[in-house]
């Protein structure tokens, strides 16, 4: 056990509940752990390891001024901060502490930015005139565009994707979101016969396997090969700096809206716990509708 978690034990139990209690990933548990571990190392070389009841909002206010200092990003502040948050509000549940050091803290704002997505042309061109190789890899690199394009998941969603997860007779894929959370989401039956013929011509060495997708040595997909072809392809019909798989999650998105679809539908789609994850999508459909008037508008 570390000099901090020893100093603090708190910390391990509420990394405990984020994990067994609330579900997080790995991924997330290990952000949370690498912020609040940075924070009470913090506290024991400034200001001689105070208890929880000790710790006051200037403590944190000093902290959070040092990252700064550092040239920290305000969006890894705010993450931060974030964290600090979250554990102090479950210590108050607990009863460690009767009011929050957090309650006064304000962070840095952030210029939010829209979502780059790509143009439905251009996704067109990509899927029915881009040439893929006649092999394995061909197929699967096509397919997983497909998926991505036509379903927004994540890139960690569709890399867990089982063939079990395919309801061909409901038309529709079973996904595996954040913090377990299961969805379902309606494909098209062009979609449907296109992972059918898929599943039939996996190669004998790799019958058995439980991942839809998988290479040609009958291996799950890793994230990193993903995004090296994802980004391949998609420099083959955009500019934009972005090339991500996420950027196919915010062209399914934004093509949803851009197309009169439901906001809290698109939010169901996505997998998002609140709306308001969802809504910057309507600020790429309003920019659509600003650019079609001053286009057509003759007073414009």
Not at 228 to 257: C, D, E, G, Q, W
């Amino acid at each position: 056990m570390s000099e901090t978690h020893q100093k603090y034990p708190q910390l391990q139990l509420f990394l405990n509940y984020l994990q067994f209690e609330k579900r997080y990933s790995m991924n997330t548990v290990e952000a949370y752990r690498n912020d609040l571990e940075q924070f009470f190392a913090y506290l024991s070389d400034d200001y001689d390891s105070p208890t929880l009841l000790e710790i006051k909002s200037t403590f944190i206010r000093s902290w959070l001024a040092s990252l700064k200092e550092k040239e920290i990003s305000a969006k890894s502040i705010n993450r931060k901060a974030s964290s600090l948050k979250s554990f102090f509000k479950y210590q108050l549940k607990l009863g460690s502490i009767t009011t929050s050091p957090m309650i006064s803290i304000s962070t840095p704002k952030i210029k939010k930015r829209l979502p780059e997505f790509v143009l439905e042309e251009g996704l067109d061109t990509l899927l029915n005139s881009v040439e893929f190789t006649d092999n394995w890899k061909g197929k699967t690199e096509r397919l997983v565009l497909q998926v991505f394009y036509n379903t927004g998941m994540r890139l960690s969603e569709l890399i867990n994707l089982k063939e079990s997860d395919i309801d061909f007779s409901n038309s529709q894929l079973k996904v595996l979101g954040k913090g377990n959370k299961m969805r379902n989401i309606p494909v098209s039956n062009d979609i449907l016969s296109s992972i059918k013929e898929y599943v039939s011509q996996k190669p004998k060495l790799i019958e058995g396997i439980k991942n839809l997708f998988v290479n040609e040595q009958g291996k799950r997909l890793q994230q990193r090969s993903v995004y090296a072809f994802v980004h391949n392809y998609l420099s083959l019909i955009t500019t934009i700096k972005k090339r991500s798989p996420h950027i196919l999650r915010h062209s399914f998105a934004t093509h949803l809206m851009n197309n009169g679809a439901d906001l809290n539908a698109v939010k169901e789609l996505l997998g998002h716990a609140s709306l308001a994850s969802t809504q910057v999508y309507t600020h790429n459909n309003i920019e659509k509708l600003k650019d079609i008037f001053n286009k057509a508008h003759p007073k414009a």
